[in-house]
């Protein structure tokens, strides 16, 4: 599945689970897609994720899974906590 800011909108909301964790019960919800630059050859965009509380991911590639886009290697680097967890962005740079 091709990761874009278009095919991620559609699943905003949704639960990604992330398969390196250990206990296996650790999962992110796809909280924005926020576009950053689009040219003819070039598209920019983060995607931001909330985790929960009791749940800290250090800046790494992480295998996530969803229901509808299955396995996704995607690099998170925590950017903020509040009272719902903890939010990681994952910044995409891509050249067509």
Same mark, same amino acid.
């Given at each position: 599945?091709?990761?874009?800011?278009?095919?991620?909108?559609? +699943?905003?909301?949704? =639960?990604?689970?992330? &398969?390196?964790? $250990?206990?296996?019960?650790?999962?992110?919800?796809?909280?924005?897609?926020?576009? +950053?630059?689009?040219?003819?050859?070039?598209?920019?965009?983060? &995607?931001?994720?909330?985790?929960?509380?009791?749940?800290? &991911? $250090? !800046? !790494?590639? %992480?295998? #996530?899974?969803? =229901?509808? #886009? *299955?396995? #996704?290697?995607?690099? #998170?680097? $925590?950017? =903020? !906590?509040?009272?719902? *967890?903890? !939010? %990681?962005? =994952?910044?995409?740079? &891509?050249?067509?």
């Amino acid at each position: 599945m091709e990761i874009n800011a278009n095919t991620m909108n559609e +699943h905003i909301g949704s =639960a990604f689970s992330v &398969l390196d964790d $250990p206990t296996g019960s650790v999962f992110l919800t796809l909280t924005s897609v926020v576009e +950053h630059a689009k040219t003819e050859r070039m598209e920019t965009f983060s &995607l931001f994720f909330l985790g929960p509380e009791n749940s800290y &991911l $250090p !800046q !790494q590639t %992480y295998k #996530l899974n969803h =229901a509808t #886009l *299955g396995e #996704l290697e995607i690099f #998170l680097v $925590p950017v =903020a !906590q509040n009272k719902d *967890g903890f !939010q %990681y962005e =994952a910044v995409f740079n &891509l050249i067509f």
